[in-house]
C-alpha cells in the first residue's frame, strides 16, 4: 500500500514549475537586478542636469535627441533688398514644410516696417508672412556696408554682404546656422546644432581646389559671441579692397573653423553644367551619380556665372549655350540627360515656388553679360 511522505507539502524542488511561488533563485535575482536596474536609470534621467553625475551640457542635447531645448538654436537670414527678402521667405517656408525644430530669426532693414500701407507694399506683407505663417522672429537691423557704388560682375552690389556678421551678435542663441538666401533647401539641417562647440563651422569652397584651399561662407554654423561680433566688425572697417565677407571669415577661422563636408551641404547647381567633378567628389575615381549627388544634398546653390540668379529671366540667347548637355551612353547619342533635366528643374522649382509663396514673377532679363566677356569665357571652356 502506498505510503505517504514524511512531510507535506513536499520541498520547494518537487513543487509543480507552474506555481507563481516557486520560481527558481536564479530567475528571481535576475528580475530583482533588472528592477533595480530599470529604476535607477529612471531616476536618472529625470534629474535636473546639475544632480546628474559626470554629466556635461554641451553633449546632453546629442544624447537626449528628443529633449532638446530648440530654442537655443536659429536658422538665420538676413535681407538687404526685396528680392532676397523674398528668397529668405522661402527658405523659412521649406524649413517649416521639412520639419525643422529649431527657431528662425530673419535680419532686415530697419526701414522697412509691418505696416501694410496698400496692396502693393509686398515688403511689409512679406514681413508679416514671415511672422504669422512660418513663425520667423523679426530683427530690424542697420544695413552693414564696406562699399557703395561698385558692382559684382551679376550687377548686384556687395555692399551690404557682411550684414551676415550681424548674426554673431544674435547671443540670445546657442549656435545659429546661416546660409545665403539663393539657395533651394531640400533637407533641414537640425543635426547640425548638435556637433561639438566650435566657435565657427565653414564649408570648404572645394570649386577653387586644388589652387585655392579656402573657407567660404556661403554656409556657416556659428556660437553667437559679442567678442567675436566685434574683431569681425574691426577687421571689417580695415578690409582691402578685395576683401569682403567670405575672405574675413577665411583671414580669422581659416585655421580653426571645423569644416563641415560640402557635399552635402555646399552643392553648387553649375556642379550639374562642369564636366570635371574631382573637386566635388573628392576624389578621381568616383563614377558622377547627379541623381544621387541631389538626393544626398541638403540645399543646392544657385551659382552658374554667367547666367543670372533664378529670380532673373534668362537672356534668351545665353541659355543655349548654358544649359548642361546631355551625354553619349552605350552608345546611344544624348542617351543621359540627366543632368540637364535636373538642372532645369532646380530652376523651374525655384520660380513656381516664388511665384506661389511671394506671388512675384521673375524679374527682366538684362542685356548682360557682354558679348565679348561671354564670347572669351565659352572658348575657354569648350
Avoid at 502693393?120 to 557703395?148: C, I, N, W, Y
Avoid at 562647440?197 to 581646389?209: D, E, I, N
Wanted: glycine share 4%; aromatic share 12%; charged share 25%.
Amino acid at each position: 500500500m502506498y505510503a505517504s511522505p514524511k512531510s507535506w507539502p513536499p520541498s520547494p524542488r518537487l513543487r509543480p514549475a507552474s506555481t507563481p511561488h516557486h520560481i527558481p533563485r536564479f530567475r528571481f535575482r535576475f528580475r530583482t537586478l533588472a528592477l533595480s536596474i530599470l529604476t535607477t536609470l529612471t531616476i536618472y534621467f529625470l534629474l535636473p542636469t546639475p544632480l546628474r553625475p559626470f554629466y556635461h551640457e554641451k553633449h546632453g542635447p546629442s544624447l537626449r535627441y528628443r529633449s532638446v531645448d530648440w530654442s537655443r538654436y536659429a536658422y538665420s537670414q538676413y535681407a538687404t533688398s526685396s528680392p532676397y527678402l523674398c528668397n529668405s521667405i522661402m527658405v523659412f517656408e521649406a524649413l517649416q514644410r521639412l520639419g525643422s525644430k529649431a527657431d528662425r530669426i530673419l535680419l532686415y532693414p530697419k526701414q522697412m516696417d509691418l505696416e501694410v500701407a496698400n496692396s502693393t507694399d509686398r515688403d511689409s506683407q512679406l514681413l508679416v508672412m514671415a511672422r504669422d505663417r512660418f513663425g520667423v522672429k523679426l530683427v530690424p537691423v542697420e544695413v552693414q556696408k564696406v562699399r557703395t557704388e561698385k558692382k559684382d560682375r551679376a550687377g548686384e552690389t556687395w555692399d551690404s554682404s557682411i550684414t551676415k556678421f550681424l548674426a554673431f551678435n544674435q547671443t540670445q542663441y546657442d549656435r545659429i546656422l546661416h546660409f545665403d538666401s539663393d539657395v533651394t533647401v531640400l533637407n533641414h539641417m537640425d543635426e547640425l546644432f548638435l556637433l561639438p562647440g566650435a566657435q565657427v563651422a565653414m564649408l570648404r569652397a572645394y570649386w577653387h581646389l586644388p589652387k585655392l584651399k579656402t573657407l567660404t561662407s556661403l554656409f556657416v554654423l556659428l556660437e553667437p559671441s559679442e567678442f567675436e561680433f566685434g574683431r569681425l566688425s574691426e577687421v571689417a572697417s580695415a578690409r582691402k579692397e578685395n576683401e569682403y565677407d567670405m575672405e574675413i571669415m577665411d583671414h580669422l577661422y581659416g585655421d580653426s573653423a571645423m569644416v563641415l563636408p560640402h557635399r552635402q551641404y555646399g552643392l553648387l547647381s553649375g556642379e550639374f553644367r562642369s564636366r570635371v567633378h574631382a573637386n566635388f567628389l573628392g576624389n578621381d575615381y568616383e563614377p558622377w551619380d547627379p541623381e544621387r549627388v541631389l538626393e544626398e544634398a541638403s540645399l543646392v546653390h544657385f551659382s552658374d556665372w554667367p547666367l543670372p540668379k533664378p529670380w532673373i529671366s534668362w537672356p534668351g540667347t545665353l541659355v543655349s549655350q548654358m544649359v548642361p548637355r546631355c551625354k553619349e551612353i552605350g552608345g546611344v547619342v544624348n542617351g543621359d540627360c540627366r543632368d540637364k533635366d535636373i538642372w532645369l528643374g532646380l530652376y523651374s522649382d525655384f520660380r513656381a515656388r516664388r511665384k506661389d509663396i511671394c506671388a512675384l514673377l521673375p524679374a527682366p532679363a538684362p542685356e548682360w553679360p557682354p558679348g565679348k566677356l561671354f564670347d572669351e569665357k565659352a572658348k575657354a571652356t569648350t
